[in-house]
Structures are given as C-alpha cells and as structure tokens.
C-alpha cells in the first residue's frame, strides 16, 4: 500500500511540475561588472522569488506560463523591473539584470 500511495505522489509530483516554467539569470553590478551576492528577484503578483548566490545567479522554480514582470531589488541599488517576460512550461526563461549604485 505504501508503495502505492508513494508511487501516485511521484506521478502527481511529476506532472505538476510539467505545468510550469522556470526563470534563471544573473545580476551584476553595472559599473564594476561584478556579480551581486543577496539580491531578491521576484515575480511580481506571486509568492514566487529567489536570491542571488555568490556568484550573482539566481532561480525561480514552477513559474506559471505566459508573460509576468520580474523585478531585482536590494539596499544600495535601484530596483530594476523587466515587463513582459515570457515562461513557457518546461522551459528556463533566462533574465539577467545589470544594477545601479544608488545612495541610501
């Protein structure tokens, strides 16, 4: 019985994940061209988000298809909005930002 149960949880798990995209990128400094480590990228109208790792690059999983807007924000930079990014399902939509230093 526990076989099956786990084995419908799998499939389930499966094809929800097939209705759904995912977002990837980088951001960087613009001046200096070096990655920036903590930024929050967030698709607007979702609890959906990530963060910048070390080397700049982030993801966001299970993305509803179809066109929404991602923004980058963190202290000591402007927050940059991208209108009209495409996710398809199965598919990674890559969104890089470059930031400007701004003063606090």
Do not use: H, W
């Not at 070390?54 to 993305?63: A, K, S």
């Not at 209108?83 to 890559?94: K, L, M, Q």
């Amino acid at each position: 019985m526990k076989r099956i149960l786990f084995i419908l949880f799998f499939c389930a798990s499966a094809l929800q994940a097939q209705d759904a995209g995912k977002i990837a990128g980088r951001i960087r400094d613009r001046e200096s061209k070096e990655p920036i480590p903590g930024v929050n990228v967030v698709v607007k109208g979702t609890r959906l988000g990530g963060t910048t790792d070390v080397n700049g690059e982030y993801f966001i999983l299970n993305v509803p298809p179809g066109l929404c807007e991602v923004t980058a924000r963190i202290v000591g930079y402007q927050t940059v909005t991208q209108r009209n990014v495409d996710v398809n399902v199965n598919r990674t939509t890559t969104i890089s930002f470059t930031l400007e230093q701004t003063m606090v």
